[in-house]
Every structure is written in C-alpha cells, then in structure tokens.
C-alpha cells in the first residue's frame, strides 16, 4: 500500500519518529550512534535541520531539504538503517519483518507535516523544544541535554528560561493544531 505523503520540493517538515518498542531507551543510550547517523545522512543527502529533540523512544525534528529535493523518505530510511546498524541483535522482531529481512528497531512508518508559514514553523520549534517538559523528563526545557534548544539559546534567538510562562497555561499547542 502507497501512503500519501506531502511531496513539497525544497519544503520544511515535521517529523515524528519513534521506536517500536515504546518501553525502550535506545535514542538517548545510543545518542552518539544517532548523531553519526544522522549527520552522515546529512553529507551525503544534504538538509538543514532546524531543530530536533531526542527522547528516550522517540524524537521529533524539523527539516527543510535542498530547493529541488523533497526526498525525506530516504533520508529517514538511511537515518534508521544506520543508526540500527551497528546494534546488537536482540529486540523483538514479529514474523512480517523477519520474512522481509527487517530489524524490530523502529516503526516503520511515521508522522510528517509539511510546514506551511512562519507561524506553523515557530509552533512546531516550541513543540520540539517543550516535549522533554511536557513528557516529565525535566522541569524545564534548558534541562533536557538531547535537544537543539541549546543552540537556540547560543544563537540567542531563546532565552534560557523560556518555556516558563507556558506551564500554566492550558491553551498552548505548540505544533499540535486546534481542531
């Protein structure tokens, strides 16, 4: 079956991508082995990677990809193949992905969302850099050590305390749109 994608050339994304086994830790205990792949992807399939965060089964990231090229499904296929490369063979794996050779490391699919205007890419930014915060892991944003918010600060586009306004209010969504 042919999922719909959005197919933008040269277009900015949201990405959500997790492990399969959502119990797991791998992307933090293995974040050395993501970075690798990640940015080995980005030499030989170049993109701009606007911001991302990395928790412990899943992360979330934003790419905007070269002005001819809307091929973000190779470079995700490429991110996770290398990243599971060079990981002990020990997860669960269900007779579908053993008849097709396939490791039991990620989903298979995931989540994209073509950025459409200024607005939706800082909703989307604030989204990354808010969800260690909102899934418990630390109290504030500047705490969580897997994230491109710490660039945002050394650029000097956020501040070390942001985010702070935001945990009383009931009515922030981030990238998450109201339906």
């Not at 933090?28 to 990395?54: G, W, Y």
């Not at 412990?56 to 091929?71: K, Q, R, S």
């Not at 994209?112 to 944003?141: L, M, S, T």
Request: proline share 3%; aromatic share 14%.
């Amino acid at each position: 079956m042919r999922y719909r994608r959005a197919d933008i050339k040269g277009g900015t994304y949201f990405f959500t991508v997790n492990l399969a086994e959502r119990q797991k830790t791998l992307l933090i205990d293995e974040i050395d082995l993501l970075r690798t792949s990640i940015n080995k992807v980005k030499r030989e399939h170049p993109f701009q990677l606007d911001a991302m965060v990395v928790l412990p089964e899943h992360l979330h990231a934003i790419f905007t990809l070269p002005v001819n090229d809307n091929d973000y499904a190779t470079r995700w296929m490429l991110i996770k193949a290398g990243f599971s490369r060079y990981l002990p063979k020990n997860e669960r794996i269900n007779k579908s992905r053993k008849s097709k050779g396939e490791r039991g490391i990620w989903q298979r699919r995931y989540w994209e969302h073509c950025i459409y205007d200024d607005r939706d890419f800082e909703n989307h930014v604030n989204y990354i850099h808010y969800n260690p915060v909102k899934h418990g892991y630390v109290q504030r944003a500047v705490d969580w050590q897997y994230s491109t918010f710490h660039h945002y600060i050394s650029k000097g586009i956020l501040s070390a305390d942001w985010g702070k306004a935001y945990e009383e209010s009931d009515d922030v969504l981030f990238g998450e749109r109201a339906g």
